[in-house]
T-cell receptor, first 112, second 114 residues
Framework: AQSVTQLGSHVSVSEGALVLLRCNYS??????LFWYVQYPNQGLQLLLK??????LVKGINGFEAEFKKSETSFHLTKPSAHMSDAAEYFC??????????FGGGTRLMVKP | KAGVTQTPRYLIKTRGQQVTLSCSPI?????VSWYQQTPGQGLQFLFE???????NKGNFPGRFSGRQFSNSRSEMNVSTLELGDSALYLC?????????????FGPGTRLLVL
């Protein structure tokens, strides 16, 4: 099965600074990749997905991610962090049988 | 459209009891997947149902079971609860579009086993 690894379980940025959350995938075939966000005491909300149509994927809330095959990466970025972005972010890869395999998650903290 | 709904939102049980959780997918979605989220193990796939049939199963003991009804609503059951079953249980419904499958998650059921 394909897998993903998220580097950094905690990331702290100042409000207005660039957000960069890292995700690397392990796949021998073009993967379907996703980023989800989880706010406290809530489920997972889909931010964006990569389906090979375009390497730069734009999502909700100003987030985007770039698929780089040469680096097997799918990092999530946002130019300017907002306090409301504080949450846990999960990278995931689709596996057969409607199974998502998730990374360990990255908790984003935004300092005022 | 209404999103994925899960009931109940919170549950407290004691060891040895059994529990049933319910999930209603987005209208028109026929696939329902279940996940367990714990601080130690993260998000792990339990099983997936499509048209009342279990198509895929994760690496969980037989105490974890599920079913799906003709209206696509799904239930999962955990028998003989253990302390380690305390977790957030998430349900997702899947839609298949031109770009592939996409899963949309419910708010989860938080289970505490005492």
């Amino acid at each position: 099965a394909q897998s993903v690894t998220q580097l950094g379980s905690h990331v702290s940025v100042s409000e207005g600074a660039l957000v960069l959350l890292r995700c690397n995938y392990s796949s021998s075939v073009p993967p379907y990749l996703f980023w989800y966000v989880q706010y406290p005491n809530q489920g997972l909300q889909l931010l964006l997905k990569y389906t090979s149509a375009a390497t730069l994927v734009k999502g909700i809330n100003g987030f985007e991610a770039e698929f780089k095959k040469s680096e097997t990466s799918f990092h999530l970025t946002k130019p300017s962090a907002h306090m409301s972005d504080a949450a846990e972010y999960f990278c995931a890869v689709y596996n057969a049988g409607n199974m998502l395999t998730f990374g360990g998650g990255t908790r984003l903290m935004v300092k005022p | 459209k209404a999103g994925v709904t899960q009931t109940p939102r919170y549950l407290i049980k004691t060891r040895g009891q059994q529990v049933t959780l319910s999930c209603s997918p987005i209208s028109g979605h026929r696939s329902v997947s279940w996940y367990q989220q714990t601080p130690g193990q993260g998000l792990q796939f339990l099983f997936e149902y499509f048209s009342e049939t279990q198509r895929n199963k994760g690496n969980f003991p037989g105490r974890f079971s599920g079913r799906q009804f003709s209206n696509s609503r799904s239930e999962m059951n955990v028998s003989t609860l253990e302390l380690g079953d305390s977790a957030l249980y998430l349900c997702a419904s899947t839609i298949t579009l031109a770009g592939g499958e996409t899963q949309y998650f419910g708010p989860g059921t938080r289970l505490l086993v005492l």
